[in-house]
């Protein structure tokens, strides 16, 4: 509701201002017609114009843009409070889990508990990192960093791969990139986790670097024609009966666009899927 009544009070500004352009043309054009057109009478009908024109138009902008702008400042106000107070717990699970592994020496049932915990602690981490990338991603620009290609990749896979289920083959070069590193991170991971989601447990998933194109392969059912056509859908699955949203792909390619990074994906039925990533625009 406040979204459409947002969208209604711009639309009445942007009448007002058009009506309040036309009236003033008017003005300029009877002005002109009665005083003789000349270089003064011209300049001054356009510096009344400008004049008029400039004032309803900063009234207007203060209007609708000046608590937009306070709704983004108590939006990132509010956010910092949440983040700094779902951080405190977070930091105070990581420190005791560590000094309990101290504690329980080798007892292997406890450590394999306490390993657990650890890696949805991780997890938790991570989310909230994700978290904090989203909402400041709605409030201002990502700052771009460079990000060493092979480590970044490395750290994705040993992540899944504690999920106990496929096999990954790393042949990624050390080569350094410049992008949004979180939004990287968040988009490799969909390609990732969608190479599982669509592969047998046993299969082997591949990560190469070829020629400025990073490729993710699987051995998974793969796609046809028709499928291949609607991958990018938001809500789109080829794969009802699978765990997901059908937004994985959408977000991807979203991001792709936002940095400039071509992305393909062959697929045959029943052979695996081949996702291509042309990072050399991103390259340093």
């Not at 509701?1 to 008017?26: C, D, Q, R, T, W």
């Not at 999920?163 to 490799?188: C, P, W, Y």
Request: charged share 25%; aromatic share 8%; glycine share 6%.
């Amino acid at each position: 509701m406040k979204l459409s009544n947002h969208k209604k009070e711009i639309l009445l500004a942007a009448l007002g201002y058009f009506s309040s352009v036309a009236i003033l043309l008017s003005f300029v054009y009877w002005f002109l017609k009665n005083e003789g057109f000349s270089e003064g009478n011209f300049l001054v009908a356009v510096l009344l114009v400008l004049v008029l024109s400039g004032g309803w138009g900063y009234i207007i902008s203060s209007h609708i843009l000046a608590p937009k702008a306070e709704l983004d400042a108590n939006l990132s106000h509010l956010s910092s409070e949440i983040l700094h107070e779902l951080n405190i717990p977070l930091s105070t699970i990581k420190a005791n889990v560590s000094m309990l592994k101290r504690n329980v020496g080798k007892e292997e049932k406890s450590l394999k508990r306490l390993e657990r915990i650890e890696a949805s602690s991780e997890r938790l981490e991570r989310l909230y990192e994700e978290l904090v990338y989203s909402i400041n991603k709605e409030i201002h620009p990502i700052a771009k960093e460079e990000v060493e290609l092979h480590h970044l990749m490395r750290t994705r896979i040993d992540t899944l791969e504690s999920f106990g289920r496929n096999r990954f083959h790393l042949d990624s070069a050390a080569l350094t990139i410049q992008v949004d590193r979180i939004g990287f991170e968040k988009m490799i991971d969909n390609l990732l986790m969608n190479a599982m989601k669509y592969s047998a447990k046993t299969s082997l998933i591949s990560v190469l670097f070829e020629r400025g194109t990073l490729v993710i392969k699987d051995e998974g059912v793969g796609m046809d024609e028709a499928e291949l056509l609607k991958v990018y859908e938001r809500y789109y699955q080829s794969d009802s009966k699978r765990e997901g949203k059908g937004i994985g792909l959408a977000l991807v390619k979203a991001y792709c666009d936002e940095e400039g990074i071509a992305i393909q994906i062959h697929s045959r039925k029943g052979e695996g899927t081949r996702v291509l990533l042309d990072l050399k625009r991103v390259m340093v």
